[in-house]
């Protein structure tokens, strides 16, 4: 707890830690509960360097497998993500558009600060569900138990949240790193999510905090900061937090050891795309997403681009989903024009739905002009955007004819793609 103005006593908290409110809860069995999930997604990812929630994790989003493991537990549930302002349409498009999860899960804008994105996710839960359920979009490991057992604590206690008891001793140190006091370890536990919360309390707290100017880490240190009982519900040392770049390899073992226990085991496939524009006067220049300044531009009925149409064969071939002329034929005024990036997401979009994920992406065009290298870092962007993977599983190169054949004549261009997909089992 970091309070930015004043201080707090147990006496100024907005409700009593007993009462009607632990009578109600006490009453209510714990097979009748009912429970909206507020998922806290709006930081920033500093400590990654990339928006973690939108990284794979086992060929699927972070928050994707976060909001799975949610309707695991709760498939009616209200389920409301606080994200980051501004990026609403990345996640529907690439968290929740492929995995069938747009209309189960309502997306608001969060806060600079978690408290201020759980408050405003509060704002959009029903006043009727009477427990909510605060998650860290970062924690996808979170088995349905721990779910169920945080909320019936929530029914009797008012308030409770995962947690794992300290193996190791903990020293308290001050500014210079010097050691203050040694708390006993059994006194000392680390905090997880799932926390679940009496709603009205939490929201009358979340109110309480913001006249006071109070900021805590988490909601279980600030139910507790205004007065109320919060239980520890001891948790799973595999429901990890995805906070550093080594977290993620650690949670993919650990869905892989889980595959594993299930009989399961990773099915790889590779597919190869090649694609051919011949060059016209008074086009625009499309390759890799990327417009370039040239003399002339592919024809086509789309955008034409080559490299785009290439790396989308590459991916329906692995997954054995025939060609773009199948999807996007030429014959259809639909596609006049269009966007080829925008046919590509389509592309990742339909094979995610076969449970498959894109794992790498390979390209070579074949173009006696304009030079492509100052464009690679931008083709490489564009296209690791579509596909929803990391820039590094993307590669782009280029290489000339050596004035052979209708590249060398300037009269076209190619390009060559190979892309390798996995799925579990």
């Not at 011949?278 to 890799?288: D, M, N, Q, T």
Request: glycine share 10%; hydrophobic share 45%.
């Amino acid at each position: 707890m970091t309070p930015d103005a004043g201080s707090s006593t147990a006496s100024e908290a907005p409700l009593t830690a007993s009462g009607e409110r632990a009578d109600r809860a006490r009453a209510r069995q714990p097979a009748s509960v009912r429970a909206a999930i507020i998922v806290a997604g709006a930081g920033s990812g500093r400590r990654m360097g990339a928006q973690k929630l939108l990284l794979p994790l086992a060929g699927r989003p972070v928050l994707t497998r976060t909001l799975q493991a949610i309707r695991a537990f709760a498939a009616a549930a209200e389920v409301v993500v606080a994200v980051k302002p501004g990026t609403e349409a990345t996640i529907r498009e690439q968290v929740l558009l492929p995995y069938g999860l747009e209309e189960s899960v309502q997306l608001v804008p969060g806060g600079q600060e978690r408290q201020r994105s759980v408050a405003a996710a509060l704002d959009a839960v029903s006043a009727s569900i009477p427990i909510v359920v605060v998650h860290d979009g970062a924690r996808p490991l979170a088995g349905s138990l721990l779910f169920a057992r945080v909320c019936q604590e929530a029914m009797v206690t008012g308030g409770a949240t995962v947690a794992l008891p300290a193996r190791e001793t903990l020293h308290r140190v001050d500014g210079n790193g010097l050691v203050v006091d040694t708390p006993p370890r059994e006194s000392v536990w680390m905090a997880q999510t799932p926390q679940a919360f009496d709603a009205e309390a939490l929201r009358e707290v979340h109110r309480w905090a913001a006249r006071r100017s109070l900021v805590a880490t988490d909601d279980a240190a600030l139910f507790a900061e205004a007065g109320h009982p919060v239980r520890i519900v001891e948790g799973d040392p595999g429901n990890i937090k995805i906070t550093f770049p080594e977290d993620l390899a650690m949670a993919e073992a650990i869905i892989h050891q889980r595959e594993g226990r299930d009989g399961g085991a990773r099915t790889t496939r590779v597919g190869m795309g090649w694609d051919v524009h011949r060059l016209e006067p008074g086009r625009r220049l499309v390759i890799g997403g990327v417009t370039i300044p040239h003399s002339a531009g592919l024809a086509g009925h789309s955008d034409a681009d080559v490299l785009a149409h290439a790396v989308m064969d590459a991916v329906l071939g692995a997954a054995a989903l025939r060609d773009i002329g199948v999807h996007f034929p030429p014959s259809d005024p639909a596609y006049a024009g269009a966007d080829s990036i925008e046919l590509l997401r389509h592309v990742a979009a339909l094979v995610r739905r076969g449970n498959w994920s894109v794992s790498n992406v390979d390209a070579t065009v074949v173009a006696e002009s304009p030079k492509l290298a100052p464009h690679y870092p931008d083709m490489c962007q564009r296209l690791a955007e579509a596909l929803g993977i990391p820039v590094g599983c993307v590669n782009v190169k280029a290489t000339t004819s050596e004035g052979m054949g209708f590249a060398g004549r300037g009269e076209g261009i190619s390009a060559y793609a190979v892309a390798l997909l996995e799925r579990p089992g």
